[in-house]
């Protein structure tokens, strides 16, 4: 009988420690798992907002403080000029966003990933994939939303036809955007 109580005593105690060492949690991944949010190029909209890639990025620090990455996430979200009233559009799987641009009526967003040009709808559709030649480094949407301008640094202007980006001539454009 005493073997018993010491051995539930004891796996009592594992658990304990368990429990207060790795926390509590429905998905045990995530159980003492630490946070971090952080936002990458920010872009004003025609209405005011704020547009950004919002990556969460997940640890957990285990035995001498060494950080295992965990599953993170990156959303595209827009919010109010001071941050508040945060709203995610979509999720995405690009990383190396180096610019986020929203269409003036808020259909499109264009986005410079790597060297790749990506216009999505604004409920995350993947519309357009491509890798402009010259590459840019610079876009913007015509007011109508017709055109997507991309340029880089002093270099010639291309414009690209919106949602499938055919470069256009630039000869042809009279009254295109």
């Not at 301008?149 to 955007?177: A, C, H, I, K, T």
């Amino acid at each position: 009988m005493v073997k018993k109580i010491r051995y539930f005593l004891g796996l009592f105690v594992c658990m304990f420690f368990m429990a207060v060492t790795l926390g509590c949690s429905t998905d045990p991944s995530l159980a003492g798992a630490t946070e971090v949010i952080l936002y990458h190029v920010p872009n004003w909209t025609t209405d005011g907002r704020i547009i950004a890639h919002r990556e969460t990025e997940r640890y957990k620090e285990t035995f001498l403080s060494k950080k295992d990455p965990l599953p993170g996430s990156n959303e595209i979200v827009i919010m109010d000029a001071d941050g508040e009233n945060e709203e995610t559009l979509f999720s995405t799987n690009q990383i190396n966003i180096s610019l986020l641009e929203l269409s003036p009526s808020g259909n499109y967003v264009g986005m410079l990933a790597d060297v790749d040009l990506l216009l999505y709808s604004v409920e995350g559709e993947l519309l357009t994939h491509i890798e402009p030649e010259p590459l840019v480094d610079h876009i913007k949407f015509s007011p109508d939303e017709r055109m997507l301008y991309g340029s880089r640094g002093f270099g010639e202007m291309n414009f690209f036809d919106v949602p499938d980006l055919n470069l256009v001539d630039q000869n042809e454009l009279g009254g295109r955007g």
